[in-house]
T-cell receptor, first 119, second 112 residues
Framework: ETGVTQTPRHLVMGMTNKKSLKCEQHLGHNAMYWYKQSAKKPLELMFVYNFKEQTENNSVPSRFSPECPNSSHLFLHLHTLQPEDSALYLC??????????????????FGPGTRLTVT | KNEVEQSPQNLTAQEGEFITINCSYSVGISALHWLQQHPGGGIVSLFMLSSGKKKHGRLIATINIQEKHSSLHITASHPRDSAVYICAASALGKSSGDKLTFGTGTRLAVRP
């Protein structure tokens, strides 16, 4: 496998279920991201991990719980979701510098996404 | 008002036409990204630029930092260019990890 992979590609879950989304990157990158894309809305950043440390939580509800056990894997644990959480969830990775307060940006590589439907 | 605005929202062109998609942003940025999203959701990074102009094949991206404006041009458009094109601004002065703010996207359809 190359690039950024996500599993599952499609997920239907009830509001009381608990499920997890998985992202794996094979690019040797040290930063990983979760994004949410709802219908007719811009992509929204959810979480950023850099060197396995969470550096950004974009006011995401606690029913979404990220986990980054190592630089290659990123999970998004889901529990007691709402129908409005139905969306395309995208993972991305990039090779970041480790200097805080840097003034540069890096190309991000996206996974194919998980289409989530909450019933 | 979104910090990143794109126009037009929808664009239909005839094969071979020259296409321009515009992006304006209101925040200070370290870079501006152009992304392409095909039906099914996959996103590909096309360009990342902080000044001037970049070219890749039939695609050209320009940015004017003073005017906070960027354009994506497609020359000799082809039906396979049909996709959603998204611009995203990377904020200045942030801590490690890139925080992108996205436009709503421009849906392009190129007819044969």
């Amino acid at each position: 496998e190359t690039g950024v992979t996500q599993t599952p590609r499609h997920l239907v879950m009830g509001m009381t279920n608990k499920k997890s989304l998985k992202c794996e990157q094979h690019l040797g990158h040290n930063a990983m991201y979760w994004y949410k894309q709802s219908a007719k809305k811009p992509l929204e950043l959810m979480f950023v991990y850099n060197f396995k440390e969470q550096t950004e939580n974009n006011s995401v509800p606690s029913r979404f719980s990220p986990e980054c056990p190592n630089s290659s894997h990123l999970f998004l644990h889901l529990h007691t979701l709402q129908p409005e959480d139905s969306a395309l969830y995208l993972c991305a990775s990039s090779q970041e510098g480790s200097v805080v307060g840097r003034y540069s940006s890096y190309e991000q590589y996206f996974g194919p996404g998980t289409r989530l439907t909450v019933t | 008002k979104n910090e990143v605005e794109q126009s037009p929202q929808n664009l239909t062109a005839q094969e071979g036409e020259f296409i321009t998609i515009n992006c304006s942003y209101s925040v200070g940025i370290s870079a501006l990204h152009w992304l392409q999203q095909h039906p099914g959701g996959g996103i590909v990074s096309l360009f990342m630029l902080s000044s001037g102009k970049k070219k890749h094949g039939r695609l050209i991206a320009t940015i004017n930092i003073q005017e906070k404006h960027s354009s994506l041009h497609i020359t000799a458009s082809h039906p396979r260019d049909s996709a959603v094109y998204i611009c995203a601004a990377s904020a200045l002065g942030k801590s490690s990890g890139d925080k992108l703010t996205f436009g709503t996207g421009t849906r392009l359809a190129v007819r044969p």
